[in-house]
């Protein structure tokens, strides 16, 4: 293991306030669709806080694991696992009770020319998992897409502000969240919404393709010239103290980093670490799609890895040639085509 992974794996350790969040909740914790981007270091994130927290508590990961190493990787990790196609109605109801539910399950990119089955993963899928886990409370990831774009003097949008997506794949994750709130209502079914702007890896995310562009002598579009971003492991651990705030009438939950980020400003300072001059087209338009995640900050604190330890930790890995996932956020969309 390089340095750089073990300062990623020391980054991606549970902090001591999830270690005393898991010890309060009760039951298992199962993750629906754990085989995604996020899930199978959150699930090992669960583990380890559960291992040092010295309790007992199953954390289980569904999936179908087209990668069979996926599995076997988490499986190594003290993870159970079980392979499952979620649209298919055996495979949901053979699923074994679990009194807390990450919901992680969805489908974002190539969904222009597949809309039906977008919606099918992203609205009618929720209202059967909702259904089989009526008894348990209910984490279910969600998207910033969700809200409309807003003028970057804004700060970004609260939870409280109205919702008006811009294409069908935003459209398809309001209502995952209207299917949830509706059971979550009908059955007494504790909910939290987890609207996430874009969490940060080193081998995917806003920072990585930006450093990318920067590297490459690729020019950046600026057109949407402001983001926010989280470090995944911050963003994992709110998932998971989340469930201690699961409720009915659903709660909703902005999650994403505190800046408002300016996309030429992180250029100029890869620029600055690799010694080159950044390349820019097309001018900055005077709104982005942004959150305000100030309540979730208020909830859990503010993340612990800052934006400049992402920074300086996405040029190393880029650098020193670390695996990189062929994945583009297409972060600068303004028409909702994904």
């Known amino acids: 293991m390089?340095?750089?992974?073990?300062?990623?794996?020391e980054l991606l350790k549970p902090s001591e306030r999830l270690i005393a969040d898991i010890q309060k909740i009760e039951g298992d914790i199962m993750l629906l669709g754990?085989?995604?981007?996020?899930?199978?270091?959150?699930?090992?994130?669960?583990?380890?806080?559960?291992d040092q927290a010295g309790i007992k508590k199953r954390i289980i990961g569904v999936s179908r694991f087209s990668d069979p190493s996926a599995r076997e990787e988490l499986e190594a990790a003290g993870i159970e696992t079980i392979s499952a196609d979620l649209l298919n109605e055996a495979d949901l109801l053979a699923l074994?009770?679990?009194?807390?539910?990450?919901?992680?399950?969805?489908t974002k990119f190539g969904t222009t020319g597949k809309e039906a089955f977008t919606w099918a993963m992203n609205?009618?899928?929720?209202?059967?998992?909702?259904?089989?886990?009526?008894h348990s409370k209910i984490v279910a990831f969600s998207t910033g897409n969700v809200y409309p774009f807003t003028q970057v003097s804004s700060g970004g949008f609260s939870e409280d502000h109205p919702v008006a997506p811009v294409g069908e794949y935003g459209q398809s994750c309001l209502g995952r969240e209207r299917i949830f709130q509706y059971f979550s209502e009908k059955n007494h079914t504790p909910t939290l919404i987890y609207r996430l702007n874009y969490a940060i890896d080193l081998r995917y995310g806003?920072?990585?393709?930006?450093?990318?562009?920067?590297?490459?002598?690729?020019?950046?579009?600026?057109?949407?010239?402001?983001v926010n971003v989280i470090w995944q492991g911050d963003a994992n651990e709110i998932a998971i103290r989340s469930l201690l705030h699961c409720s009915t009438p659903t709660k909703i939950l902005n999650v994403t980093g505190p800046e408002t980020l300016s996309v030429k400003w992180l250029a100029e300072q890869f620029g600055l670490l690799m010694g080159k001059i950044p390349l820019f087209e097309n001018e900055v338009q005077p709104t982005a799609l942004l959150n305000n995640a100030s309540e979730a900050h208020k909830l859990f604190g503010y993340p612990r890895v800052t934006i400049r330890e992402m920074m300086e930790m996405t040029v190393s890995w880029l650098q020193g040639g670390?695996?990189?996932?062929?994945?583009?956020t297409h972060f600068q969309e303004r028409k909702g085509q994904f």
């Open 96 to 106: 074994p009770d679990a009194a807390n539910i990450i919901y992680l399950a969805g």
């Open 206 to 226: 806003v920072l990585l393709e930006i450093a990318k562009s920067v590297n490459e002598g690729r020019p950046i579009d600026l057109t949407t010239g402001n």
């Open 34 to 50: 754990v085989g995604g981007k996020m899930g199978p270091s959150m699930a090992k994130l669960a583990k380890l806080a559960v």
């Open 322 to 328: 670390g695996k990189i996932s062929n994945k583009p």
């Open 123 to 134: 609205t009618y899928l929720p209202g059967r998992v909702v259904e089989r886990y009526k």
């Open 2 to 9: 390089t340095e750089l992974e073990q300062l990623e794996q």
